[in-house]
């Protein structure tokens, strides 16, 4: 079952919701290709969502490529799907430093000091992961 | 596109108060049609005219291409009704007011009638009276939805019920038009509910029809932004397209329609900053409207 939430709000519309839910678990791994996905229908129902906000969605996943439809058989993950290229990465990657920014500016950090703390959390990260790999 | 409901310069009054006046607008087949206003805008007196129960003073509305009025038979057979108030018999078992509902509906198809129990959690011999608010909305909705009616009119049919319930009224109304093909018209205060599901929204204010577009428009025409006014202005002037603006002193939240670049330039002509811009939600667009001709609130 595809797991996937709708936040209501102002903000995302629910369809692009969709979209970047769908597009982070196939650049995750967690869908893979050639995978089924649910179908209008069953996604409709299983989300209480107005079908055609799940068919717009597909629509545009199709057009970009990620997924594929099967005539009779249904939707699918591409098997050369990659939903992030360099630019869209540089730019998701961008759009949450800049909070980080704007805090290291009111607290009178200057860029040094904060790419010397980001390498220190990187390495710290980094170890923390290996260490849980292990106890694995 | 085949239209189920067509109203045309619909007007009505209960003695001097105008509840409805010149409405217009049509409900096309297989769409769910969201109808939305503040409590005592003209919902229900619209759904009413709808099942015939009142008569348009002037203008007219059809059903199916009959008027109900004129033609109830042919009409209601064809619809499913929820009220808010639910009006069941409440010395009847459930099993007795399944019989007595499908005495009045040719099409009342039994077998998916005791699905309908079944999944909607009901014992047949229970009273009407000891059911719960949401047994008793699950019981209304089984009655309305037995005859597979093409049209289902539900009139607030979430109000006072739990989130539990309230979800399965609207898993209804999803499978009403992902498995029946069906035609749902929809009236809540619940404005969260409504942008989840509905395909068109229609927003009645003082009688009047103030708004009528798909979701997709009403997403793609409306924009909530965080701007910063210059320095020395702390009064949100009047703008062409900015429906209403909240704040004081240089920050403002600005909700607008129309075309997005519109507003923007015309933000910007100003020397303001956008700060923050998004999608605003049903609901935000419905406070500004309503909110809307006093423009500017502190």
């Avoid at chain 1, 869209?88 to 949450?96: I, N």
């Avoid at chain 2, 015939?52 to 003073?57: E, F, R, V």
């Avoid at chain 2, 109304?173 to 992902?178: A, D, G, K, L, P």
């Avoid at chain 2, 209403?244 to 670049?261: D, K, P, T």
Wanted: charged letters at 25%; hydrophobic letters at 40%; one cysteine or more.
């Amino acid at each position: 079952m595809l797991h996937l939430t709708i936040s209501q709000g102002d903000g995302l519309p629910m369809y692009a919701q969709l979209i970047q839910q769908i597009k982070a678990l196939i650049a995750s791994g967690r869908l893979s290709a050639d995978e089924e996905l649910p179908s209008v229908r069953q996604l409709a129902n299983q989300l209480v969502l107005n079908p055609n906000t799940i068919v717009r969605a597909y629509r545009e996943l199709e057009s970009d490529g990620l997924i594929y439809k099967k005539r009779g058989a249904g939707t699918f993950v591409s098997s050369n799907a990659t939903p992030y290229t360099d630019e869209v990465c540089r730019r998701m990657l961008g759009e949450r430093m800049d909070p980080l920014i704007v805090e290291a500016l009111n607290l009178g950090y200057t860029l040094k000091q904060i790419t010397e703390l980001l390498s220190e959390r990187w390495t710290a990260f980094q170890s923390n992961t290996a260490t849980e790999e292990q106890g694995n | 596109m085949d239209s189920v409901i067509r109203i045309n310069n619909l007007s009505h009054s209960y003695g001097k108060k105008i509840a409805l006046h010149d409405v217009s607008f049509d409900i096309p087949k297989g769409r769910v049609f969201g109808l939305v206003g503040e409590n005592g805008a003209g919902k229900t007196t619209l759904i009413k005219h709808m099942l015939g129960s009142l008569s348009p003073d002037s203008g007219s509305i059809t059903l199916f291409g009959a008027e109900p009025t004129k033609d109830p038979t042919h009409v209601l057979g064809r619809i499913g009704y929820l009220s808010e108030d639910r009006d069941l018999p409440l010395w009847m078992r459930v099993s007795e007011l399944m019989n007595y509902t499908r005495a009045f509906y040719p099409g009342w198809d039994e077998s998916y009638a005791q699905k309908l129990l079944q999944q909607f959690r009901l014992s047949p011999g229970a009273k009407i009276r000891t059911l719960s608010r949401g047994e008793k909305a699950r019981a209304g909705l089984l009655m309305a939805l037995a005859h597979k009616p093409e049209l289902l009119l539900l009139d607030e049919p979430s109000s006072g019920l739990d989130a539990v319930s309230r979800s399965e009224i609207l898993g209804v109304v999803v499978r009403s038009v992902t498995e029946e093909g069906r035609t749902v018209v929809f009236s809540s205060h619940l404005l969260d509910e409504v942008e989840r599901v509905v395909d068109d929204v229609a927003m009645i204010r003082n009688g009047k029809l103030e708004l009528l577009m798909s979701m997709e428009d009403l997403r793609a025409h409306h924009q909530r932004r965080i701007v910063e006014l210059p320095e020395g202005v702390d009064e949100f002037p009047a703008l062409d397209y900015v429906i209403h603006a909240q704040g004081e002193g240089r920050e403002w939240a600005v909700i607008s329609h129309g075309e997005a670049n519109a507003t923007r330039h015309a933000l910007e002509d100003l020397g303001a900053r956008i700060l923050d811009e998004s999608v605003p939600s049903l609901n935000t667009v419905f406070i500004a409207r309503v909110n809307g001709e006093q423009r500017v609130t502190h």
